[in-house]
């Protein structure tokens, strides 16, 4: 007779709880996922599918701009917002159909309810009570908000991609990648946008030569940005909102008037009311679930993967995690995750893509040379677009290896994760050089350039080829 119900509980089942839990099942494990929510996950269902959807969308603004050049004539058009979230929708439950599948194919139990910890082997949901040798815990990470005055009026990323209509006017409070992101995408589709961000500037962690005019770019393109602001109270008005600010160039405080507030001013592991302190799991001061580099916590039989972990949190990581996991504790094949070089992308307009060290980064560890291009790219030369691409390439002096590859434009993200396998390998500058082009593209210019930027030009405005 079995010791436990199963072999392994996971809870959540998002893009690493899955992972984890299919893999294990599929190696002949008994395993139970518990979900409170849909199958997929914050990436597939509140975050980096449906939301690159609507980027997808409201790049035709621009596209349709741009036809005239080329000898189109698109007449006028027209945008309905509704139609974009239900084709969204139509997706997102495909998605988790295929996801349901995987796990039924998988001999995976779906356990429907909230998870909660009883003791270390025993898993509560809704009520009933269902027991495991091992317990992952893979329940990602939520919207985090400060606790202000009228907070409650606002929305998070959640909501604004289920918005009935589009508002007039929207604020955006966050300069992270979500906020910069929604602020394009709102944008592009016609909505007045400003963000407030209480840095100097916004993606803080980026490379400068990337944040900065990726900023300019987007107040050209209309969106207001309130640097070093604060919000200090959100108020109901008879025709939306009023906002309370205070710092930067306000004196004194001054109201703000919009129809919709979005807060994107970070997450937070969604690691509450699961019981993991009472059964002794350690978890730091953010909440996040301490874990070493097997992902297992202070309690030898339970592990945690993904962005509860606050590691790395990035959909693909928390896969590697959830396989990593798997591999070492049901397929007799020990597997750590490897943090370094990882690539990542913001899909704002235009985008990001970057890999490796940051500038700042890579001259804390020595000295380095860089390498910056900056240009029209090909497309807008007929469209008239003014829109620049931003290409970077950081080499450690000594060792002549490639340590960090930046770009800014729409096909960066796409051209990163090819580089990233490059950056993975070790590759050098001379082998950059060595590397022949595809003529013409944009990508190509990661393998021409060749004049080193002078030690005292540190300016994105003065490092041009």
Not at 56 to 79: I, L, P, V
Not at 237 to 252: D, F, K, P, V
Not at 449 to 463: D, I, N, Q, T
């Amino acid at each position: 007779m079995a010791k436990y119900d199963y072999d392994l509980i996971t809870l959540g089942a998002g893009s690493g709880g899955v992972r984890a839990t299919r893999l294990a099942g599929g190696y002949g494990a008994k395993v139970a996922v518990v979900e409170n929510s849909r199958v997929g996950g914050t990436c597939v269902m509140r975050g980096c599918v449906p939301k690159k959807l609507l980027v997808y969308g409201a790049h035709f603004a621009e596209d349709f701009e741009d036809a005239k050049g080329f000898g189109w004539n698109t007449g006028s058009t027209t945008f309905d917002w509704s139609r974009l979230i239900r084709n969204k929708d139509a997706e997102l439950n495909r998605l988790e159909s295929i996801y349901n599948r995987i796990l039924r194919d998988n001999n995976v139990d779906l356990l429907i309810g909230r998870g909660r910890l009883l003791d270390a082997h025993t898993v509560d949901v809704d009520g009933k009570s269902y027991t495991a040798e091992k317990i992952l815990i893979a329940v990602g990470g939520w919207p985090s908000m400060p606790d202000i005055p009228g907070i409650e009026h606002v929305i998070s990323s959640n909501e604004a991609l289920d918005l009935e209509t589009l508002p007039r006017r929207i604020v955006i409070v966050g300069g992270g990648y979500i906020a910069v992101e929604f602020a394009g995408i709102f944008n592009a589709l016609g909505v007045e946008v400003t963000e407030i961000i209480r840095a100097g500037d916004i993606l803080r962690g980026f490379d400068d030569d990337m944040r900065e005019p990726l900023a300019a770019e987007m107040e050209n393109k209309g969106i207001k940005i309130l640097r070093e602001t604060v919000v200090r109270s959100i108020e109901k008005t008879e025709n939306g909102y009023s906002l309370r600010l205070a710092g930067g160039a306000i004196a004194g405080g001054e109201d703000l008037e919009t129809d919709l507030v979005m807060y994107a001013t970070g997450r937070a592991p969604n690691s509450k009311n699961l019981g993991l302190e009472d059964v002794g799991v350690e978890l730091n001061k953010k909440g996040a679930v301490v874990v070493d580099e097997w992902s297992k916590t202070s309690v030898d039989n339970i592990f945690a993967v993904g962005d509860v972990t606050d590691r790395v949190n990035l959909t693909p990581v928390a896969i590697a995690e959830g396989r990593a996991f798997t591999e070492t504790n049901f397929n007799n094949n020990p597997m750590t995750m490897d943090y370094e070089n990882i690539a990542s992308a913001v899909f704002s307009q235009p985008a990001i893509g970057s890999i490796g060290l940051t500038e700042g980064q890579a001259r804390e560890k020595g000295e380095i040379d860089v390498y910056i291009s900056r240009f029209r790219a090909m497309k807008n030369t007929l469209s008239g677009r003014d829109e620049r691409t931003v290409m970077k390439l950081i080499v450690d002096r000594k060792s002549d290896r490639v340590v960090g590859c930046h770009m800014l434009g729409n096909e960066g993200p796409e051209i990163m994760q090819a580089l990233a396998i490059a950056l993975k390998c070790g590759a050098t500058k001379a082998q950059f050089d060595a590397t022949i082009g595809i003529h013409p593209t944009a990508a190509e210019e990661f393998v021409t350039m060749r004049e080193k930027r002078p030690e005292h030009e540190k300016s994105w405005g003065r490092s041009i080829n």
